[in-house]
């Protein structure tokens, strides 16, 4: 792995910073750090947060529609010997289905197999349709009065019912279609279910002076089921001063045997991070929380004597948990979103625009170290502080380049802001926040001239285009999509011009 700051133009480590080795001896006032245990490669320990995750089932409604002699995909079909087709296929999809609880209805041909399917499927999240054969168009429509999203999994040659889809999303029905001939793909049809009972479960904390806006909480509570709890500065602080020593020192000690380089902090504001880390982590414990933004700068946080909360963004965010800068909800809500509907993280990005190359440039404070996913490569880090006020902590990441990325955000509860692009670059300039993002997009002066609702953008690597059109179809949510579309048409849009997140 290359250390990021070799490649650097901008910054001088020899004149400005120091190596791992050097930084941590030269720490002789605290607890020395060369004799805690050394950890392994990988940034994160999954152990400590493992708790916070939301360990329920998701429980599917799962049924076969077919009839004996259709005439497609022929005359007569062993019905049954394609349901065992299909199961023993299934058997073999236990990892990705590994939080999934099907609810059988079995194969139903007629009205009263669906009657019988239907009583079994009232506490369902979401229902799969494994579609064997044609004319099975009322037995799918007959789901609808459950008011349940319905996912279909239809493979070539069982018939056209695919067709009848499209009309039923006009009339507003909550369904979608997955057409494939790899049954593997029956785990993709899953993933809008999974997103939607995960969101209902989660609880984020808004760490802030104030409330959160009630209007805004409960037209999310109403919409998605989510809950929003505001943790106001003297809880935080109580957290910050109650938290265990030796859990400090021991994620300190991971920041510090795995960065790349070390510049402007000390070891002392190392482990104020790390201690602002673990009073996160208790407050989101004590709360039952998968989530936690908070207004980093505006609560005077080091004057306070307190770290900033950077650090333990990047522990939540590797974790597929949710930390969020700048008590931003629309932001978090749009990564623990994609977090659930893909799983991967987000980075929540103050954009700029460079014309001469068609991109915009994604910075921030906070990036995750794995923003593919627990398990993979960790990104090359250096230790930093907060560029805005040189103050703290936070990490300057080498992101992942040469890969699509998807730019994001929820507006209010109904409308999605989406886009793709490639990323080409991580440059480490010294202006701009400390991580940094260069996506090259089409269209550029269409996002330019139609940008809308605030600052922030939430950047998720892959392309994610089907799993979000089928989670927003099945949950009348609308894709504007920026570059694209003409915003300025949109209803319900927020044109403040004011710099705001």
């Known amino acids: ?293 908070m207004n980093c700068l505006g609560m005077g946080l080091i004057d306070k004597d307190m770290g900033y909360p950077c650090l333990g963004f990047v522990r939540l965010n590797n974790s597929l948990l949710a930390g969020v800068c700048e008590a931003d909800l629309k932001s978090t809500m749009t990564q623990l979103l994609f977090t659930y509907l893909v799983g991967r993280t987000g980075f929540v990005t103050d954009p700029m625009f460079d014309f001469s190359n068609n991109t915009i440039i994604h910075a921030h404070c906070v990036a995750a170290t794995q923003m593919k996913g627990p398990g993979t490569e960790p990104s090359p880090y250096i230790i930093r502080t907060h560029m805005e006020d040189n103050r703290s902590v936070s990490l300057q990441v080498k992101m992942p380049v040469g890969e699509k990325v998807t730019m994001a955000r929820l507006i209010g509860t109904d409308k999605l802001l989406y886009s793709l692009g490639d990323a080409i670059d991580s440059p480490l300039e010294e202006r701009g926040c400390r991580s940094k993002l260069t996506v090259k997009v089409e269209n550029i002066d269409n996002f330019l001239y139609n940008w809308s609702c605030g600052l922030h953008r939430v950047i998720f690597y892959g392309d994610h285009t089907r799993d979000v059109e089928r989670y927003c179809r099945l949950t009348r949510i609308k894709i504007l999509r920026e570059g694209i579309d003409n915003l300025h048409q949109v209803e319900g849009l927020e044109w403040n011009p004011n710099v705001h997140a």
């Not at 020899?14 to 941590?24: E, T, V, Y």
């Not at 007959?142 to 018939?159: Q, S």
């Not at 494939?180 to 984020?204: C, G, H, N, Y």
């Open 1 to 293: 792995m290359d250390a990021p700051h070799q490649n650097s133009k901008n910054i001088s480590f020899c004149s400005r910073g120091c190596s791992r080795r050097q930084f941590m001896m030269a720490s002789a006032g605290m607890i020395a750090v060369a004799n805690l245990p050394i950890y392994g490669k990988s940034v994160v320990d999954q152990g400590p947060l493992s708790e916070l995750q939301i360990k329920s089932k998701i429980k599917v409604g799962k049924i076969y529609v077919g009839i004996p002699t259709p005439g497609w995909p022929m005359h007569k079909v062993d019905l049954q010997a394609e349901v065992n087709r299909y199961e023993q296929e299934i058997s073999k999809l236990n990892e990705k289905l590994a939080d999934i609880e099907f609810v059988e209805g079995g194969l139903v041909t007629n009205e009263s197999d669906l009657a019988k399917a239907k009583e079994k499927f009232k506490d369902v999240t979401g229902i799969l349709v494994l579609h064997l054969t044609l004319g099975t168009g009322g037995l799918v429509s007959g789901l609808f009065d459950l008011n349940k999203p319905v996912m279909i999994f239809t493979m070539p040659y069982c018939g056209h019912e695919w067709h009848i889809v499209p009309s039923w999303q006009r009339e507003g029905k909550p369904v979608d279609i997955l057409p494939s001939s790899q049954l593997a793909d029956i785990a993709e049809t899953v993933k809008p279910f999974r997103a939607i009972q995960r969101l209902r479960e989660t609880r984020i904390l808004h760490v802030n002076y104030g409330e959160a806006d009630p209007a805004y909480c409960l037209s999310i509570k109403e919409k998605f089921g989510t809950d929003i709890i505001t943790v106001k500065l003297p809880e935080l602080q109580k957290a910050y001063e109650e938290a265990d020593e030796k859990e400090v020192i021991e994620d300190a000690e991971k920041w510090l045997k795995e960065a790349e380089n070390i510049v402007e902090p000390t070891k002392e504001d190392v482990m104020k991070a790390s201690r602002m880390y673990i009073a996160m982590k208790n407050l989101m414990r004590n709360a039952n929380a998968q989530a936690l933004t």
